[in-house]
């Protein structure tokens, strides 16, 4: 009964209807020492989202190549503007839970091949306009365009056509059957656009429905917005104003946390957490979900069209020593799939690709290479990514293979080095299902298959079993399919998954947010904009 009287006053103090000194008195006359009546209503009013201040978040990601084209980006910076400017027809909330964005609803018929998304009514595009079934179509035949360079081309090859019933639903119609459709659509490049006469005039525009406005932005720099006023999401977008700042160095990023130049940073170095912890005003946030850190081999260019010398290096790796040296124990170690126990269908008899010199030299021999194999390598992949390529170079090495690293430079990198050159480190968010995941960066369709592993009787096959998941409605057949695709992927693909890292920040006290926090991107799932507030 008292539990009961003090949650309806702590209820009445968040929504301001009592004061904090009411609130006291109420929760000492209900038995509560004073301590802990004061203890009480300080966790209450900082659980209680509050509108104002300006934001400061200093990111490890950023280039000066790019742009506001939502289609091409290829970074978490890009990825949290994109949130914090704009939105999508769902969403994955900080529970992890897929739920309707700018959709209010949507639901599937003939066997999940036909999508019908409810549009929510009065929602507003920073310019006024109006959104409308139009601009969802727009946005998506944008990036189906056979010309697009958008990521999320490959992730929309099964739709066959897209239509309006009025201005607020959108029917999409697919070559096949697909359940997990409605998790494509909140993948963050397919951010809705306004149209103009049926098309999207400019990618690049900063016009979009998300919580804040853009008031200036300098790629790989910084970006400043203002919050809207007319924002459809009621408890959400709480600051004034936010900054995002391009920190791409560690040491800078993490001194600016320390001396209250910023509010919050991402990819707090493992070595560092214990420095920042003892900063009186900073907290540490740690989540796990799906980030992992790969080293993609291109297949298309040698020598890595060579199985033999794929196979030599997945074997030349010390994976623990890179979870205990790079990470600090804060992950796990690798095992050449894109894909782990948090998700659905994990294949738990993959053979485990761990460090094992004589296999390692056996199939180096049988490749017929020699010389030196050269790996790019920069931090901008991930924190920590030049000393797991050094710690790399020196396990091969017991296997007899030379390893000659590229240090290449931050600015740049995700445009002039990975997905272009044949070796270099990479890091992966993850997706929460396989289709999504594979589709993103492993299907033969897509612009980010970065180890080019696309033909062949294996990736084919691999290929041909994503698509036959996709649609199958039968747990032990879909189980089946999506395991022996991990084991063509292990086996014959040239993604070396080398850890699967937990995403480590550091933040200001003076920040709230909810008791959940999303693991499924850095940073709250890159929506600590819209998510956060000042206590």
């Known amino acids: 009964m008292k539990d009961e009287y003090l949650k309806k006053h702590a209820r009445w103090l968040s929504e301001g209807q009592i004061g904090r000194r009411q609130f006291i008195r109420t929760a000492i006359a209900a038995g509560l020492a004073v301590p802990s009546a004061l203890t009480l209503a300080t966790n209450v009013l900082a659980a209680t989202p509050k509108k104002g201040g300006k934001l400061r978040l200093g990111s490890s990601y950023g280039s000066t190549t790019d742009s506001l084209d939502a289609g091409t980006s290829e970074n978490g910076m890009s990825q949290a503007i994109i949130y914090a400017r704009g939105n999508h027809l769902t969403e994955v909330n900080n529970d992890g839970n897929l739920i309707p964005e700018l959709a209010e609803g949507y639901e599937s018929s003939n066997g999940a091949q036909t999508w019908v998304f409810n549009l929510r009514k009065g929602v507003e595009f920073h310019n006024g306009k109006t959104l409308t079934a139009d601009d969802v179509i727009a946005t998506f035949n944008y990036h189906r365009d056979e010309n697009s360079k958008s990521a999320a081309k490959g992730l929309l090859s099964a739709v066959k056509e897209i ?209 030196a194999i050269q790996l790019s390598v920069s931090d901008a992949a991930f924190t920590g990514a030049v000393d797991a390529a050094q710690l790399i170079a020196a396990s091969a090495k017991e296997a007899g293979i030379e390893i000659e690293l590229v240090r290449e430079p931050s600015d740049g990198y995700w445009s002039n080095v990975w997905n272009k050159k044949a070796w270099c480190a990479c890091y992966w968010g993850g997706r929460p299902t396989q289709d999504w995941m594979y589709s993103a960066a492993y299907t033969a369709d897509t612009e980010w298959n970065d180890t080019a592993w696309k033909s062949g009787e294996s990736a084919d096959k691999f290929n041909e079993l994503v698509v036959m998941a996709r649609s199958e409605t039968d747990e032990a057949k879909r189980k089946d399919q999506y395991w022996e695709a991990q084991r063509l992927l292990q086996d014959d693909g040239g993604a070396i998954v080398s850890m699967w890292a937990s995403f480590i920040h550091a933040h200001s006290k003076s920040l709230a947010h909810d008791e959940a926090v999303a693991a499924n991107w850095q940073s709250d799932g890159n929506k600590v904009a819209e998510r956060w507030w000042f206590a």
């Open 163 to 371: 239509k309006k019933d009025g201005d607020n639903q959108v029917i999409f119609e697919l070559d096949g059957g697909n359940a997990d459709f409605p998790y494509i659509v909140s993948d963050y490049h397919i951010m809705i656009m306004p149209s103009e006469g049926g098309s999207i005039a400019d990618p690049n525009s900063p016009i979009g429905t998300g919580g804040y406005i853009i008031e200036n932005y300098e790629p790989g720099v910084r970006m400043t917005a203002k919050r809207n006023p007319n924002y459809f999401k009621e408890g959400r977008a709480h600051f004034d104003e936010i900054e995002f700042i391009t920190l791409a160095d560690t040491t800078a990023r993490q001194n600016a946390a320390m001396n209250g130049d910023v509010d919050f940073i991402d990819n707090v170095d493992a070595k560092t957490v214990a420095l920042l912890g003892r900063v009186p005003t900073l907290d540490i946030l740690k989540t796990t979900g799906t980030q992992h850190f790969t080293f993609p081999m291109r297949v298309n260019a040698a020598p890595f069209d060579n199985y033999d010398l794929r196979m030599a290096l997945k074997f030349a790796i010390k994976r623990q020593e890179l979870v205990d040296k790079i990470l600090l124990g804060n992950g796990e170690a690798g095992n050449d799939v894109p894909v782990n126990a948090s998700m659905p269908y994990f294949n738990t008899e993959l053979p485990v690709h761990e460090f094992d010199p004589e296999k390692a030299a056996e199939h180096y021999k049988k490749s017929g290479h020699s010389g």
